[in-house]
């Protein structure tokens, strides 16, 4: 029975261990939705929609009424004057059809500034991944290149022993060993500053970083076939450059709403006025404003809008000469790693762990030095590493490439 009790026991630590372990991670997906609810920037690109939306209303130019009210002889006993009334002035119509034509244009260059800023969130999240995914990848290495120096110094023990080896083999050896040791612990530092750039970027609370988080998506080699022209061809639909030609639209908007109050605005003032001794009348007025001094008021404002589309259609050439460098320098940095990929898969890995395993058991053999068989792992350990290198560039590049892309292609899951 007590057999029983303990099995059962133990059943129940394994299913919570696995349970929380399943808590406590952290896959691209859900650092994607921690940083679309928590990252301030984007936060801001939506609150900026509602403020440009907001701005619809006064675009009108409807001016606030005014009430008002009029006597006089208050000290005079045989007549006196009242009235009172509304006014409301309005801007010339045209002027108020300018106006929200550029609120439309603002409020749509928000939406391409918001979309560019999810694709650049979107972006930095998985970079950030990639780079703790490579770390991961490096304590991995590390710790083989570690299981690797140990077994050398055994060896180099063994050999020692037996007679077959001198002593500076094994010194040879312990020293590989603590490198290899030391090596690691940079590697788990550098990880650990990985884990916190994450966190950083998801805006995860502090007291949910824990070391326990595990991190399931994991670097591995996928052929994506991406050409160039599909990126090139797709520019133009970058969310920075439509929100920078939304931008150029609504200042063109502004010029014109800035020239039509050269037009008047108009006033209409409906009141009640009354003279004393029944005489009660109702009283109906309209009038315009004539904007007289023109270059002083409405031309100034008309120059401050024309030099606001300059400087918009300046930003929109320097978006679409950075958004073209960068899509091909993504393109050509994607293609060299890919082919750097292919290469190492078809020839060096395969022949450097065939090279080490039969270094390793010529040194067992005594057939090969000490000199060779550490050449060999060295050969081994840094393909193993520049393969991860270039596979974490790849996915780098994949991931810059996704910006021009309307698809994610890199941690779909």
């Not at 130019?61 to 409301?88: H, T, V």
């Not at 940079?186 to 609370?205: M, V």
């Not at 395969?350 to 005594?366: F, H, I, K, P, V």
């Not at 393909?383 to 910006?403: A, N, P, S």
Request: hydrophobic letters at 40%; aromatic letters at 10%; proline letters at 2%.
């Amino acid at each position: 029975m007590r057999k029983v009790i303990l099995l059962l026991c133990s059943i129940f630590l394994l299913l919570f261990s696995h349970l929380q372990a399943q808590e406590n991670k952290i896959t691209v997906r859900e650092a994607l939705e921690m940083a679309f609810q928590n990252n301030p920037e984007l936060n801001r690109a939506a609150d900026q929609i509602d403020i440009e939306r907001s701005l619809r209303g006064s675009a009108l130019g409807l001016k606030s009424p005014e009430l008002y009210y009029y006597r006089e002889g208050i000290e005079d006993d045989l007549f006196s004057e009242q009235s009172w009334g509304i006014s409301q002035s309005i801007a010339f119509p045209l002027t108020g059809y300018y106006q929200r034509r550029k609120v439309s244009a603002d409020i749509e260059a928000a939406q391409m500034q918001l979309e560019a800023v999810e694709t650049d969130v979107r972006a930095d999240v998985k970079l950030a991944y990639t780079e703790l995914a490579y770390a991961i990848k490096k304590i991995e290495l590390f710790e083989r290149e570690a299981e690797l120096a140990e077994e050398l110094r055994q060896t180099a023990e063994i050999r020692l022993e037996e007679g077959e080896s001198t002593e500076l083999d094994l010194i040879q050896a312990e020293i590989q060993l603590t490198q290899s040791q030391n090596a690691l612990r940079e590697a788990e530092k550098l990880r650990n500053d990985a884990r916190y750039a994450l966190f950083s970027i998801i805006g995860l609370d502090p007291d949910e970083q824990m070391y326990g988080i595990t991190y399931p998506d994991t670097l591995a080699f996928i052929d994506v076939t991406i050409r160039q022209d599909e990126i090139m061809s797709r520019l133009d639909q970058h969310p920075e450059v439509l929100s920078s030609e939304r931008n150029v639209e609504a200042s063109s908007r502004a010029i014109s709403a800035a020239k039509s109050e050269f037009l008047p605005n108009i006033r209409f003032d409906y009141y009640r006025q009354d003279f004393g001794n029944g005489y009660d009348f109702n009283g109906f007025e309209v009038g315009v404003s004539v904007p007289l001094w023109f270059g002083l008021n409405e031309g100034k404002k008309v120059q401050r809008a024309k030099a606001a589309r300059s400087q918009a259609e300046w930003r929109l050439r320097e978006k679409n000469l950075s958004v073209k460098e960068n899509a091909e320098k993504a393109w050509h940095g994607y293609e060299a790693s890919r082919q750097k990929i292919q290469s190492h898969m078809d020839v060096i890995e395969s022949r450097s762990a065939t090279l080490l395993e039969l270094t390793r058991e010529g040194y067992r053999m005594g057939e090969l030095d000490l000199l060779r068989l550490l050449e060999a792992q060295r050969t081994y350990l840094q393909g193993q590493q520049m393969f991860y290198q270039t596979l974490k560039d790849y996915y780098v590049q994949l991931i810059e490439l996704e910006r021009y892309l309307p698809n994610e292609i890199v941690f779909t899951d």
